[in-house]
């Protein structure tokens, strides 16, 4: 066991700014922006006295609606050093989505760009506050949106209603540095800083309450597994609002003072630059997003030699991917990854010096200060080595809970204080971990249990197959089959029957899927995790047309 970090966001930034002040914090090559460790601190010192002038108090929920902009950061580091709860929203969502996580989550301030992807944010917000119009800054009184009262544009052109990012750090200069110091000294590690809306891989989203001390704790472990340090530059492609982009990413990096370079809209080509252009060391990212760039048409033009490690997470990790990237983008020490947002994220991560089977094979072993034991489904009954059961987990890592939601709450942490994952798992005498499904995703076809994620990997062998997804969907005779989708590489043409054939002889029949479509992309949420539901609501309605 290692001594926990007992201090806040806020704190430990301001630490790292003491210790190498005139060290690189963030950078935005594309921008022309580089702040130090002393320019970033006081920058983030401006928008916490910011908002305390807008009247936010301690524990206070605001919500940020933006890409990976340079004011996300200064908002997750300002609110770490005032106390207010912040609050992400995905960057997809439209106005009922938008409309459900404000009023659940009781957000009285929502700072927000203007449009992405084609999605105007500034019509959306004025859709469900049309009194926005006509109120002053700050006094919004909304009939749908009762709690609101600020919105803030990260931009420079002016709304009615609505204040920009220049005013907040205006109005920081109304509040003394003593009374922020004041408010620091009043945050607790165990008070909730961070709140996350779990992103729908199986419906309706929920609130997931996150203190300082998951956060700097789970981060500075991360970084450790990693062997990040003040020497490494971590390029991060990943959205913020989902914990890979603001713990395994800006807050890892803070932790041992490691350089931020964010994209702000993932672009394979504009990652492969970045990499070159500021040398970085490090690179994140969803399986996705390493096929597209591995994949990308001006890879090779690139020089990627920098790069020694990252993190490759999000959802199940194809083998074939994670050798193109250890050998063709030079990231021999890359980690894999493993948790969710209940369990701030990380709950097991593969070492960089891990060898290679452990590397494509596993999900790692558990953090330090964690705890990791798999059950019997549906109870709390420990499982011996090389059985297949429920993972749970244990320790600093996990939620407070679940925001105005106890039943939820006690449904995923038991009276042990065990966060019950949903994913089967199966750990081997030496703590090292593999995912064999999601208790939900498992397919029962005629009493025969069939992982998705076995066939998978076998799909990924194919030569003609980029990427495989395999769901169950409702049979009259077995219950369930198995259907897969795919996603050829560029150029490739294949049937139905030809990736059948590639089965026969290598796997147990019942495993070979009945169905198989073709299509040229997931239905994702924005953090790069496949929508497995969406996909078997989909695989229905073609069967039934």
Known sequence: MTELI????????????????????????????????????????????????????KGENV??????????????????????????????????ELEYLLKQ???????LIEDYRGNSYIDTIYELCPELKTSEPGKLESKRLPLLKNVVILGEKKYDGAYNWSDIIEMGSQVTDEELEERMATLEPDDVINMQYTSGTTGFPKGVMLTHSNLTNNAYNIAKCMELTKQDRLCIPVPFFHCFGCVIGTL??????????PVQEFDPETVLRTVEQEKCTALHGVPTMFIAELNHPNFEKYDLSTL???????????????????????????????????????????????????????????????????????????????????????????????????????????NDGWLHTGDLAVMDENGYCRV?????????????????????????????????????????????????????????????????????????????????????????????????????????SLLTI
């Open 436 to 540: 064999t499904g999601r208790l939900k995703d498992m397919i029962i076809r005629g009493g025969e249990n069939i992982y998705p994620r076995e066939i998978e990997e076998y799909l990924y062998t194919h030569p003609k197959v980029l990427d495989a997804q395999v769901i169950g969907i409702p049979d009259e005779k077995y219950g369930e089959e198995v259907m897969a989708w795919l996603i050829l590489k560029d150029g490739e043409m294949a049937t139905a029957e030809e990736i059948k054939e590639y089965f026969k002889s290598k796997v147990a029949r019942h495993k070979i899927p009945k169905y198989i479509n073709f299509t040229d992309s997931y239905p994702m949420t924005a953090s790069g995790k496949i929508q497995k539901f969406k996909l078997r609501e989909q695989s229905i």
């Open 308 to 414: 020694r490690t990252g993190v490759m997470a999000g959802s199940n990790c194809p083998v074939e991917v994670m050798k193109a990237v250890m050998n063709k983008m030079n990231m021999a020490e890359i980690t894999i990854c493993y948790g969710q947002t209940e369990a701030s994220p990380v709950i097991t991560q593969t070492r960089t010096d891990d060898p290679i089977e452990l590397k494509v094979e596993t999900i790692g072993r558990a953090l330090p200060n964690v705890e990791v034991k798999i059950v019997e489904p549906g109870t709390s009954n420990e499982l011996p080595a090389n059985q297949q059961g429920e993972l749970c987990t244990r320790g600093y890592h996990v939620m407070k809970g679940y925001y105005k939601n106890d039943d939820a709450t006690r449904e995923a942490i038991d």
């Open 63 to 96: 919500a940020v609606w933006a890409t990976n902009v340079p004011e996300w950061v200064s908002l997750q580091f300002g609110t770490g050093k005032m106390g207010a709860v912040l609050v992400t929203v995905n960057t997809n969502y439209r106005s009922s």
């Open 252 to 261: 890892a990096c803070i932790s041992v003072g490691a350089t931020m370079v």
């Open 6 to 57: 007992r201090k806040s966001v806020g704190q430990l930034l301001a630490d790292r700014a003491e210790e190498m002040p005139d060290h690189d914090a963030l950078v935005y090559p594309d921008r022309g922006l580089r702040y130090s460790y002393r320019e970033f601190n006081d920058l983030c010192e401006q928008v916490a006295k910011g908002l305390m002038a807008l009247g936010i108090q």
């Open 105 to 111: 989550s009781d957000s009285t301030t929502i700072f």
